[in-house]
């Protein structure tokens, strides 16, 4: 079993619809990070969490330290919101970061 | 403030050469890291420098090395390389040391072996 599980795999809605991504870790951890990646590679750090709740423009990630688990919400969905998402955790003790698979997210106009 | 910049965007190796590859952070921040990014394992964890010292290392053999300078510019360097090298090479730079900071990734080094 991975250390951090990502769902879903794959998201397809229509824009304007609301969308939650859910990642799931089994580790210790100091903080936990979502990150966007679009075609052609280049990644951009959307939140790093390490407690609560974090706010920025359409988008939303809330943490739950208790039950290892993170959302990221996105509100009013667009067509340039399409891009794979990835969840990452900083294992306490180690401080690697450890990636969850990504979600692939597709907003159809 | 110039983001971090990787060299080169792309290049074509044959197996059993070797490649270097190049990371300049954000300026001002001191921590480096490098990620391997191939379609059947995703992102992997390689190293972390903070002030030229290797601070931490991921689970890949020995031809994976990496280096930091006084300038916080960062190399790694494959060896020997092999047909499964081929993947997306990215550096992430951070302000501190701390493990909690907010990471800003370069573009990456599309490598392919073959």
């Known amino acids: 079993k991975n250390e951090v599980e990502q769902s879903p795999q794959n998201l397809t809605a229509q824009e304007g619809e609301f969308i939650t991504i859910n990642c799931s870790y089994s580790?210790?951890?100091?903080?936990l990070h979502w990150l966007q990646q679009h075609p052609g590679g280049g990644i951009v750090s959307l939140f790093m969490?390490?407690?609560g709740k974090k706010k920025h423009g359409r988008l939303i990630a809330t943490i739950n330290i208790q039950e290892k688990h993170s959302s990221l919400h996105i509100t009013a969905s667009h067509p340039r919101d399409s891009a794979v998402y990835i969840c990452?955790?900083?294992?306490?003790?180690?401080?690697?970061?450890?990636f969850g698979t990504g979600t692939r997210l597709t907003i159809i106009p | 403030k110039a983001g971090v910049t990787q060299t080169p965007r792309y290049l074509i190796k044959t197996r059993g050469q070797q490649v270097t590859l190049s990371c300049s952070p954000i300026?001002?921040?001191?921590?480096v890291s490098w990620y391997q990014q191939t379609p059947g394992q995703g992102l992997q964890f390689l190293f972390e420098?903070?002030?030229?010292?290797?601070?931490n290392k991921g689970n890949f053999p020995g031809r994976f090395s990496g280096r930091q300078f006084s300038n916080s510019r960062s190399e790694m360097n494959v060896s020997t390389l092999e047909l499964g090298d081929s993947a997306l090479y990215l550096c992430?730079?951070?302000?501190?040391?701390?493990?909690?900071?907010?990471?800003?990734f370069g573009e990456g080094s599309r490598l392919t072996v073959l």
């Open positions: 300026s001002g921040h001191r921590s």
């Open positions: 990452a955790v900083r294992r306490f003790g180690n401080e690697k970061l450890t």
């Open positions: 420098y903070f002030s030229e010292t290797q601070r």
């Open positions: 969490l390490s407690s």
């Open positions: 992430a730079s951070m302000e501190g040391g701390s493990n909690t900071g907010e990471l800003f």
């Open positions: 580790v210790g951890i100091s903080a």
